[in-house]
Structure formats: C-alpha cells, structure tokens
Nanobody, 122 residues
C-alpha cells in the first residue's frame, strides 16, 4: 500500500509561482512512477507531469512544458511540482499519483492523494 499526501496549493496571482509537495509513504513507494494530474472545474482530469524515482526520467504535458518542473527527493520520499508563470487556466485541483507504468493515462495509476487546490487569479 502507498499513501500520498499533497500540500502547497493556494491562491496566487497570474505570473506567480507555487511549489506543490507530495509526501509518499509505504514499503515499496520508491519503486513506483510518480505523476501529477489536475482537474479543472467542469473538465476531465488531465496529465501534468511524471517522474521516476530512480533515473529521474521526466515527462510533461505540452500545456505546462517550460513552466512546470517535477522533481523528487529520495531521502524525504517527496515529489514536488514547481509551477512558474502560472496562468488562470492552471486553476485546478492537483493530484499526486503512483503507479507501475510509465504513462500519461490516469486509469493506469493505482494510488492517489486527496488533491490540493490551486487557484490563479488574473
């Protein structure tokens, strides 16, 4: 079993930055692929970024490429999403997820956090 707890969301003005954290616990937590997804009001959940614990492979959605950076701290068992140049369209609930496949498909991820709200004002 893997437990995920997100934090770091909040209200921010457009152009600003936020860092989301996902604290990961569980016996085999560091064998999983970690990802961030988001769900905006009235929209489907969408992939944002993914990272592997071991090799540091990363993958980004086109909509966030160049603005967001995903990173991991193997000592703290924490995954981060550094969000820069935030736009109102980034407003969403952001979720951390863990799975065994390197994929952008949300249904392939087994474990999910409770989500953290990010609101970007114009």
């Amino acid at each position: 079993q893997v437990q995920l707890v997100e934090s770091g969301g909040g209200l921010i003005q457009a152009g600003g930055s936020l860092r989301l954290s996902c604290a990961v616990s569980g016996r085999t937590a560091n064998s999983y692929v970690m990802a961030w997804f988001r769900r905006a009001p009235g929209k489907e959940r969408e992939f944002v970024a993914a990272i592997t614990w071991s090799g540091g492979m990363t993958l980004y959605a086109d909509s966030v490429k160049g603005r967001f950076t995903v990173s991991s701290d193997n000592i703290k068992n924490t995954v981060y999403l550094h969000m820069n140049i935030l736009k109102p369209e980034d407003t969403a609930v952001y979720y951390c997820a863990a799975g065994i496949f390197w994929t952008t498909a949300d249904h392939r991820y087994e474990y999910w956090g409770q989500g953290t709200q990010v609101t970007v004002s114009s």
